[in-house]
């Protein structure tokens, strides 16, 4: 493979990515065959890093504006719920509605498929929307809550290839399923990027806290997926986003403190 087959192909990745993490319309012109989207993963951490920046991108509007950093926080949050289309709120409201209303693996299962939210949903929605949002109006300067941002998105997305590869599918359909399971490469390049990131935001100090408190929050939802339904789909790797991102919000705001 020469340099500008392999440049196609990186950039084709990215797209494909993005096009899974996001609203925007950059995905390839042609269809994704199998395997493809599992091999694109490495890039999930690039996507994070997209939505990162849209969310940066508003807060500082906001904060031009004049608006108090609690406002300028929710606009921030707003906006990368919307270029994102609340995927992994989405995510994160089926599995605390699933894990939290249902008895049996079958009943888990079926309560996560239902596009109705209940009452364990909306207060992890709740949870989760409130401690980003303290977060960032904890940090309150501009180019800190940018990288925060960034690093948040990045980092959370990076573990959720080697979480595929290492914890098999719940269930023979759904999205997780379709994507199939990422090679190791492409595992290990996504991790590699989320440390990079942590150690570029926070230093090599903090970036090995950071990486350990993501790693012990991967492992705990790990064993929670795989003895409540035997497995993961996409509404556990979208709540675990969700979790990576409340650990790299809060740890960068108690930098702050």
Not at 211 to 227: D, E, H, Q
Request: hydrophobic share 55%; charged share 10%; aromatic share 4%.
């Amino acid at each position: 493979m020469n340099y500008s087959e392999l440049l196609a192909k990186i950039v084709a990745d990215i797209r494909i990515a993005v096009s899974l993490s996001t609203i925007l319309p950059v995905g390839p012109a042609m269809p994704v065959n199998d395997g493809e989207v599992a091999r694109a993963s490495w890039a999930l951490p690039v996507a994070g890093l997209v939505v990162g920046l849209v969310g940066a991108a508003v807060y500082a509007i906001a904060h031009r504006t004049g608006l108090p950093a609690e406002a300028a926080a929710v606009l921030a949050l707003a906006a990368t719920m919307l270029v994102t289309g609340a995927l992994h709120e989405d995510g994160l409201a089926d599995t605390l509605d699933g894990l939290g209303g249902g008895r049996s693996r079958e009943q888990k299962l079926e309560i996560m498929r239902d596009s109705r939210i209940g009452t364990y949903g909306a207060c992890a929605l709740i949870v989760s929307i409130t401690l980003r949002w303290t977060a960032l109006a904890t940090i309150a300067e501009p180019a800190a809550v940018a990288a925060a941002l960034l690093i948040a998105h990045a980092a959370a997305r990076a573990a959720l290839p080697a979480f595929m590869w290492l914890i098999p599918p719940a269930r023979p359909d759904g999205l997780s399923a379709g994507a199939g399971q990422p090679p190791p490469q492409s595992a290990i390049i996504a991790a590699g990027l989320g440390i990079l990131c942590l150690a570029i935001g926070f230093g090599p100090g903090k970036a090995v806290t950071g990486l350990i408190l993501l790693s012990v929050g991967a492992l705990i939802w790990a064993f929670i997926a795989t003895r409540q339904i035997g497995g993961q789909t996409g509404d556990i790797l979208g709540a675990l986003e969700q979790v990576g991102e409340i650990v790299v919000l809060l740890m960068a705001a108690a930098l702050v403190l």
